[in-house]
């Protein structure tokens, strides 16, 4: 006859409570296939050249469709990222927009950001101010 514990069904796992929710990603849109659309030639930045971008610059690209964040002054367009973040779409809104240093330091700290982002490079994150607009070079 069998010892008695082998006779029982095994205990349920206790559950951690994960802190990072990762979402389904669609097939298509693991980091494998982000690396194939980074390294293709798609523009993934969607500006011409680099830019000197301000912190109200900033704040203007804060939709889906067209996010931008900044991580440790260099600033990238995530919209082409959005579906192939494990978190999702809702956690990369959240600094859309804005400087995201200190969230992704705190959720992110072993991710090389600049290698993960390099194709959507917009520009450096300058201080306000510090950029002439077109219409002040006019007048010179």
Known sequence: MPPPTTTRP??????????RNKVMLAPGHSPLDWAAL???GADLRGTMGLLRVMPSMLKQHNTIDDAWTALNGKVYNMSSYM???????KELMRV???????????THAWVNAEFMLDACMVGFLVPEGSVKNDQDSDDD
Request: hydrophobic fraction near 25%; glycine fraction near 12%.
């Open 83 to 89: 579906d192939y973040h494990p978190g999702g779409v």
């Open 96 to 106: 859309a927009g804005r400087d995201g240093t200190k969230l992704f330091a705190s």
């Open 10 to 19: 095994p205990p349920a796992p206790t559950r951690v409570k994960n802190k």
């Open 38 to 40: 980074k390294s293709s």
